[in-house]
T-cell receptor, first 113, second 112 residues
Framework: EAQVTQNPRYLITVTGKKLTVTCSQN?????MSWYRQDPGLGLRQIYY???????DKGDVPEGYKVSRKEKRNFPLILESPSPNQTSLYFC????????????FGPGTRLTVL | KQEVTQIPAALSVPEGENLVLNCSFT??????LQWFRQDPGKGLTSLLL?????REQTSGRLNASLDKSSGRSTLYIAASQPGDSATYLC???????????FGTGTRLQVFP
C-alpha cells in the first residue's frame, strides 16, 4: 500500500531532551516536507527536500533540523525541544515535481513539558 | 503574501443535502490548488487536485472548481452523508516545487 508513515504517533517529552520524528514514504517520491499544525495558525511548512541531500527551510524552521540521506526517509530532529514546539506534525511527499499532489502522513502529536 | 481563506468556518447540515464549501486566495498566480479532508486527530487525505490550467475536477460525489482570475475555488459535495463529517482544507502552491499554503478550514458536520 502506498503511504507515508510517521513515528512515533504520540510523544510527550521534556524541555531540552533531543528527539527525532521519523518519516518514510514508499512511493519513490522526490519531494518531501514537514508541516506543523497549530490552532488558529493552520498548517505551516518547517523544512522541505527536493531530493537526496537537498534540503531547505520553510516558513518556520527555527529549532528544527532535517536530513535526507535516502530518498524514502526524511527525519525531523528537535535538538533541544521547547514548549512552543508542542504541536501536531505532518510529513508529506509528492509524486514528482511536475505534479505536486502532496500525500500526508498520519501525524505526530508532540507535547513538550 | 498569499493568504487563503475558507468560508464558512463551520457548517452543520442534515444528511442528503448538497453543499458548497468556499476557498478564496489573494494572489491569483497559483500553480495548483488542492482540497484535503482531515478527520479529528488524523492526517490529511487528498481529495482533489486542480492544476492552474484546469477549471474543475470531479471524484465521485465531489466536484471542485477553480476560478483563478477571481481567486476562488469551491468544493461541491452532493448528497452529503454522516461519513462526510470532517474538516476540509484547501491549499495553493505557487510552483511545482513550492510549499502548500493552507486555508483555515471548514469544519463540516452532517447529521442523520
Amino acid at each position: 500500500e502506498a503511504q507515508v508513515t510517521q513515528n512515533p504517533r504520540y510523544l510527550i517529552t521534556v524541555t531540552g531532551k533531543k528527539l527525532t520524528v521519523t518519516c518514510s514514504q514508499n512511493m519513490n517520491h522526490e519531494y518531501m516536507s514537514w508541516y506543523r499544525q497549530d490552532p488558529g495558525l493552520g498548517l505551516r511548512q518547517i523544512y522541505y527536500s527536493m531530493n537526496v541531500e537537498v534540503t531547505d527551510k520553510g516558513d518556520v524552521p527555527e529549532g528544527y533540523k532535517v536530513s535526507r540521506k535516502e530518498k524514502r526517509n526524511f527525519p525531523l530532529i528537535l535538538e533541544s525541544p521547547s514548549p512552543n514546539q508542542t504541536s501536531l506534525y505532518f510529513c508529506a511527499s509528492s509524486l514528482d515535481r511536475g505534479y505536486n499532489e502532496q500525500f500526508f502522513g498520519p501525524g505526530t502529536r508532540l507535547t513538550v513539558l | 503574501k498569499q493568504e487563503v481563506t475558507q468560508i464558512p468556518a463551520a457548517l452543520s447540515v442534515p444528511e442528503g443535502e448538497n453543499l458548497v464549501l468556499n476557498c478564496s486566495f489573494t494572489d491569483s498566480a497559483i500553480y495548483n490548488l488542492q482540497w484535503f479532508r482531515q478527520d479529528p486527530g488524523k492526517g490529511l487525505t487528498s481529495l482533489l487536485l486542480i492544476q492552474s490550467s484546469q477549471r474543475e475536477q470531479t471524484s465521485g460525489r465531489l466536484n471542485a472548481s477553480l476560478d483563478k482570475s477571481s481567486g476562488r475555488s469551491t468544493l461541491y459535495i452532493a448528497a452529503s452523508q454522516p461519513g462526510d463529517s470532517a474538516t476540509y482544507l484547501c491549499a495553493v502552491s505557487r510552483s511545482n516545487t513550492d510549499k502548500l499554503i493552507f486555508g483555515t478550514g471548514t469544519r463540516l458536520q452532517v447529521f442523520p
